[in-house]
């Protein structure tokens, strides 16, 4: 049996990613749970950020951002950056991250970050708490370590992501398939 609750956004658990925004002269960073994939033609995804919180005013002045996913060893930062404004802090001395320039967006991308997504704002959608910004992606920076030698394929899954549920942190599980596995004919 199954308990009601109020309404409530429940779909867990989602990545915890660390956005970076603004110039590289003037930059922040900021923790974000709300973001996703939209579309693949073109490239577009979604973060969602509280008008009041000190990095939405560098993402709407600039209109871009970049989406840096986060590992187990960023885990601190990543809690960290989310829990203390860039209107008090520098965050990248605070965190010790290192700030890396951006290849097609002015802001900086997280060094340690095995993937960052570069964005430009294509719309922002007032919804309520949040403000959704639907954003374009200009280009993908991967950490070459991650890359197989033999195959070239990108091993995302070894970088140790970790991902958010309802007020927690955790560690990504154990790999039990690939897409279309489940009906994949036997040799």
Not at 156 to 179: D, T
């Amino acid at each position: 049996m199954k308990q009601e609750w109020k309404p409530g956004t429940m779909v867990y658990p989602l990545p915890a990613v660390l956005v970076t925004c603004g110039t590289a002269e003037r930059s922040n960073m900021l923790t974000v749970a709300w973001t996703g994939t939209v579309c693949t033609d073109p490239a577009m995804l979604y973060i969602s950020v509280r008008p009041e919180r000190h990095s939405y005013a560098l993402i709407k002045e600039n209109m871009e951002f970049t989406v840096n996913l986060t590992t187990e060893s960023m885990a601190r930062a990543v809690d960290w950056a989310g829990v203390r404004s860039g209107r008090d802090y520098d965050k990248w001395a605070e965190t010790g991250l290192t700030p890396e320039p951006g290849h097609k967006v002015a802001c900086p991308a997280i060094a340690e970050s095995p993937l960052s997504i570069e964005c430009r704002v294509r719309e922002i959608v007032s919804l309520g708490s949040h403000d959704m910004f639907l954003a374009e992606v200009l280009c993908v920076l991967a950490d070459e370590s991650l890359m197989d030698p033999e195959t070239g394929a990108f091993q995302l899954g070894k970088a140790g992501l970790i991902n958010y549920a309802h007020g927690n942190y955790y560690a990504q599980g154990e790999h039990i398939g690939r897409f279309g596995w489940s009906v994949k004919k036997k040799k």
